[in-house]
């Protein structure tokens, strides 16, 4: 190696080629979806198939894909193609909206109520229920996709007056009991399925609001008042 023949390599150089490989930077870990997360996607979808946006069969096939998500970027494709979809952002919990502590959390939308929090009873090729005294919130998610679930509130213990069922049927069943002194209110629809409330008022004051709203396809949805079984309070603890 002389000043006429330098190397070909500057000392102290190494190759591109030849160098230790970089290490990719790792990208931010996927978002996990929360209840409330799937929540507000399976609201837009109802909102869709109700504008005829989707089809039964879309709606059928999406829904089933929100209950299995896992992270926030499994849900997001799933309304990509709607108009909310294309301004959806996951949100910081906000302030219950509501008047009163009974009435917390419940807010009217385009085709239903809309409550933030709720509990999820989901039957996917399989069943589900609930009953005895469990306690019942401002807002219920019922789902049975090939499979059945049961919702008895005949001995439960009503945490607010108002309270939302959302009943999800496809090619599955939702059965869902209350006692005799409340009110039960429809504002579902059956597509190629059956949507039954038996409808009641309730003359006592101050007793529960239950309304149940959603879509039966190739399914059904059935709420019924049990007789005999009444709630002596509001929380009846």
Not at 30 to 52: F, K, P
Not at 137 to 159: M, P, R, S, Y
Request: some cysteine; aromatic content about 2%.
């Amino acid at each position: 190696m002389t000043a006429e023949n330098p190397p070909a390599v500057p000392l102290g150089k190494v190759p591109l080629d030849k160098a230790a490989p970089q290490q990719a930077v790792a990208g931010p870990p996927a978002v996990r979806a929360s209840d409330a997360d799937r929540d507000r996607i399976a609201d837009i979808l109802r909102e869709a198939l109700a504008e005829g946006r989707i089809d039964a069969e879309e709606h059928a096939e999406r829904i089933d894909a929100v209950y299995r998500a896992k992270t926030l970027a499994e849900l997001e494709p799933l309304i990509g193609d709607l108009p909310a979809g294309q301004r959806y952002a996951a949100p910081a919990a906000s302030p219950a909206v509501g008047v009163g502590p009974r009435s917390a959390g419940v807010r009217a939308a385009g085709h239903g109520i809309q409550v933030a929090g709720a509990k999820n009873v989901v039957a996917v090729l399989s069943g589900a229920n609930r009953q005895g005294r469990w306690r019942v919130g401002a807002k219920i998610n019922a789902v049975a996709v090939c499979g059945g679930v049961e919702l008895d509130l005949t001995e439960a213990i009503f945490e607010q007056q108002q309270v939302v069922i959302n009943a999800t049927a496809i090619c599955g069943g939702i059965e869902i009991k209350v006692p005799e002194n409340v009110t039960l209110r429809s504002a579902g629809s059956g597509v190629m399925g059956g949507f039954d409330v038996r409808e009641i008022e309730s003359t006592e004051p101050g007793a529960p609001v239950i309304t149940v709203q959603g879509v039966a396809i190739w399914g059904g949805v059935d709420a019924k008042v049990v007789r005999g079984k009444r709630i002596r309070d509001l929380r009846d603890a």
